[in-house]
């Protein structure tokens, strides 16, 4: 018998009698509607895995935000401290020194000569200032790099600084 004859004489007579009963098994028995426990579980843990998701990507960002919030207030901080530094008197700007970055919470610069034959033969000195922040509370990663500026100072400015650490 293929898919599309139908069904012919005897045998099948009864068959098809007792399929378009009225009174069959199949007739009085409801329809359901609902899930099965195995689909509500199911659906549960694609949902929790969905939100777990959502919920950590959500924290990273919002921790990227603030990295980058602090690293911003810190460029602005650093430019005003050079700043100041390189309109006061020469003997102002610490070659070798450290401090707290103002208007930047927890965070402090340290600075430090760089050698540079390069810049050393166009009569200049080269200054690196770290900013790092400092552990805030006992879960935050300690001493982390926030930012770096080199900048160049002419030979004057060293000399300065070099005379004021000799007194």
Not at 17 to 42: C, K, Q
Not at 127 to 142: C, G, K, Q, S, W
């Amino acid at each position: 018998m293929t898919p599309f004859s139908k069904p012919c004489g005897p045998a099948h007579a009864g068959n098809a009698a007792r399929a378009a009963s009225p009174l069959s098994a199949t007739a009085l028995r409801p329809r359901r509607h609902g899930l099965t426990i195995t689909e509500v579980v199911a659906g549960l843990v694609l949902m929790t895995t969905v939100l777990s998701a959502v919920f950590i990507a959500r924290g990273r960002f919002l921790q990227q935000w603030a990295d980058a919030d602090r690293q911003l207030q810190a460029t602005h901080a650093v430019d005003t401290l050079i700043g100041q530094w390189l309109a006061g008197p020469p003997d102002r700007i610490p070659m070798n020194g450290e401090g707290v970055l103002g208007g930047v919470e927890s965070c402090r610069w340290t600075t430090r000569r760089i050698i540079d034959p390069a810049a050393q033969g166009l009569g200049v000195k080269t200054v690196r200032l770290e900013v790092h922040r400092t552990a805030d509370n006992v879960t935050a990663r300690a001493d982390r790099f926030v930012l770096a500026v080199e900048f160049v100072l002419p030979d004057e400015y060293g000399s300065a600084a070099a005379r004021r650490e000799a007194d």
